[in-house]
C-alpha cells in the first residue's frame, strides 16, 4: 500500500498543497494530469529524492517520509530510463542487488526471462531501442523486489505497437510479481489498459476517477 | 564537408577569420623550428640544468594536476550540484586565479609563507622546522603551478558534472547506494573523460606557468628550474638558440601528452 496524507510540495514553478491518495496492497494505480502539473514531483517526494514541506508518506505500515531513498526500497523508472550507460545490460539489472549486498546472477537471470530480455545481457545501454531500454529500465528497479514500482511517464516516448507490448509486459509483472504500483502518465490509453484506481492530479489536488 | 552553393561564402568567411588564427599558430611552430636544428636540440637536452630542468617540469606538473584533481573533483561537484548560501562568492573566489595576473598568484604564495604567523614564526619557518621547504624549493614550483592550475581543473570538472544528469544518480540511490556508493560507482566512472580533460588543462596549465614560479620558487638552476624557467634563463644571458631550442622541447613534451591523452582517454581538451 502507498499512502500519502497532507503532503505538501514547493518547487521553483508551482507549489503543491495537501496532496492526499492511497494506493491498495498489490493495486495498479495511474496517477493522470497535464504535463508539468507536478506528477513527477510527487513520485519524486514518494522516493526520497525531493524535500517535502509537511506531510507524510507510508509504504505499507510503514513510515518512510524521514527515510533515505534506500531505505525505502522503491523501484523507480524516471521518464528517460536513466540507465547507467558505463554499465552492460546485465551490470544495469545487478546494480541494485550488488548495492544492497544481495546474491544477484539467479535474480538477473529470472528478471531476464521475465521481461524477454536475455539475450541482451551483454549488450550496452548505449544501442537498445525505447521499447528495450524500457524494459532494463522496469528489470533493474524490480530486481531487488521492491514492495513499491514508481513508474514516471514509462511509455510517452514509445511508438503505439511498442506501448501495446509494453502494456502487456506491464500487466504480466503485475501478475506475477503482485508489486503494488503507482503509474504517472498523460495517457488515457494507459490508464484504461493498466488501471485498477485511477487518480488525477487537477488544480494542485488528487482526486480518484471513478470509471463509469 | 558537401554544402550548398548558396552556403559557402558563410563557410569561407568562417574559415578565413578562424584559418587566419591557425596560421599564426603554425607560423610560431614553423618560426622556432627554422631557427634551430636538431643537433641543437640534442646539444640542450645533453646539458645536466636542462635534463634536470625538463624532469622537474615533468614531475611537478604531474603533481600539481593530480593535486588540482584531486580539488577539482569535489569542488566542481558541489558548484555544479548544489545551492547553498554564499556560491556565489565562492564561485568568484574559485575565478581568481583564472584572472588574476600570475605575477601577483607568486607574490601572494610567498607573503603567506614568509608574513603570516604561527607561534611567532612565519609559516615557512614553521614549515622548515619540521622539515618542509616550500618557498625557493622544489615544493614550492609545485604549489605555485597548483594554485593556478586547480582553477581550471575546477572549471572543467564543473562543466563535466553539469552536463550529467543528476537523474541518474538520483536512481542509484534509490537501488539502494548511499551519496558516497553513488558518486563512487556511477557518478566518477560516468566523469572519467571530464577527470581526464581536467588533469589535461592542469598539467598544460602547469608547464606554462613563470610568473609565480619566478617570485615563489625562484629559478635556481638545478633546484627550482623547469622548462619555462630554462627559456628565460637562457634568454637572460642572451642564448636565443638555447631558448628556442627549450622551447621546442616543450611545445615536443606538450603535443606527446595531449595525443597521450587524447589516445587514452578518447577526450577533446
Known amino acids: 500500500m502507498i499512502r500519502v496524507n497532507d503532503l505538501c510540495l514547493r518547487s521553483d514553478s508551482f507549489a503543491l498543497s495537501d496532496i492526499a491518495f492511497t494506493v491498495p496492497t498489490g493495486a495498479y494505480a495511474v496517477l493522470m494530469g497535464r504535463s508539468g502539473c507536478g506528477k513527477t514531483t510527487i513520485l519524486e517526494a514518494i522516493c526520497g529524492l525531493r524535500p517535502i514541506q509537511s506531510g507524510s508518506i507510508y509504504l505499507g505500515t510503514l513510515e518512510v517520509t524521514a527515510l533515505s531513498p534506500a531505505e525505502r526500497k522503491i523501484g523507480y523508472v524516471p521518464q528517460d530510463h536513466a540507465l547507467f550507460p558505463h554499465l552492460n545490460v546485465h551490470e544495469n539489472l545487478a546494480f541494485g542487488l550488488h548495492a544492497r549486498g544481495l546474491p544477484s546472477e539467479e535474480r538477473v537471470e529470472e528478471i531476464g526471462v521475465l521481461l524477454g530480455i536475455s539475450d541482451l545481457f551483454g549488450r550496452t545501454t548505449a544501442g537498445l531501442s525505447g521499447g528495450e531500454a524500457q524494459r532494463v529500465a522496469l528489470g533493474r528497479a524490480l530486481a531487488f523486489r521492491p514492495g513499491v514500482l514508481l513508474l514516471d511517464e514509462p511509455l510517452s516516448a514509445l511508438d503505439e505497437s511498442t506501448r501495446d507490448e509494453m502494456h502487456s509486459v506491464l500487466r504480466s509483472i503485475r501478475e506475477k510479481t503482485g508489486v503494488t504500483t503507482l503509474h504517472v502518465t498523460h495517457l488515457r490509453e494507459d490508464a484504461k489498459a493498466l488501471a485498477d484506481v485511477v487518480l488525477e492530479l487537477h488544480g494542485g489536488k488528487v482526486r480518484p476517477v471513478h470509471s463509469d | ?256 601528452v595531449l595525443l597521450l591523452v587524447r589516445k587514452t582517454g578518447g577526450t577533446r581538451i
Open chain 2, 1 to 256: 564537408m558537401k554544402t550548398h552553393p548558396s552556403e559557402r561564402p558563410f563557410y569561407l568567411a568562417l574559415s578565413v577569420l578562424g584559418g587566419g588564427y591557425a596560421l599564426l599558430v603554425v607560423l610560431m611552430i614553423v618560426a622556432n623550428v627554422a631557427y634551430t636544428s636538431p643537433a641543437h636540440i640534442i646539444d640542450t637536452l645533453r646539458q645536466p640544468a636542462i635534463q634536470a630542468s625538463l624532469w622537474l617540469t615533468l614531475w611537478s606538473c604531474i603533481l600539481a594536476a593530480a593535486f588540482s584533481l584531486l580539488v577539482g573533483v569535489p569542488m566542481g561537484y558541489l558548484l555544479a550540484r548544489t545551492k547553498f548560501r554564499g556560491k556565489a562568492l565562492l564561485e568568484a573566489i574559485m575565478d581568481i586565479p583564472v584572472v588574476l595576473p600570475p605575477l601577483i598568484v607568486g607574490l601572494s604564495l610567498l607573503i603567506i609563507f614568509n608574513h603570516f604567523r604561527i607561534g611567532g614564526v612565519s609559516l615557512e619557518q614553521w614549515l622548515n622546522a619540521h622539515g618542509v621547504q616550500f618557498t625557493f624549493a622544489a615544493a614550492g614550483v609545485v604549489l605555485a603551478q597548483f594554485s593556478v592550475a586547480a582553477a581550471f581543473a575546477v572549471r572543467t570538472m564543473r562543466g563535466t558534472f553539469e552536463q550529467m544528469p543528476a537523474r541518474i544518480e538520483e536512481v542509484a540511490l534509490t537501488l539502494g547506494c548511499t551519496r558516497w556508493q553513488a558518486f563512487r560507482r556511477v557518478t566518477l566512472p560516468l566523469a572519467r573523460r571530464g577527470m581526464m580533460a581536467a588533469f589535461t588543462v592542469a598539467w598544460a596549465r602547469s608547464l606554462g606557468e613563470f610568473g609565480p614560479l619566478l617570485i615563489f620558487a625562484g629559478t635556481t638552476r638545478g633546484r627550482t628550474e623547469v622548462l619555462s624557467s630554462s627559456v628565460f634563463l637562457e634568454l637572460s644571458v642572451g642564448r636565443l638558440e638555447g631558448a628556442v631550442a627549450v622551447s621546442l622541447i616543450m611545445i615536443v613534451v606538450a603535443v606527446g
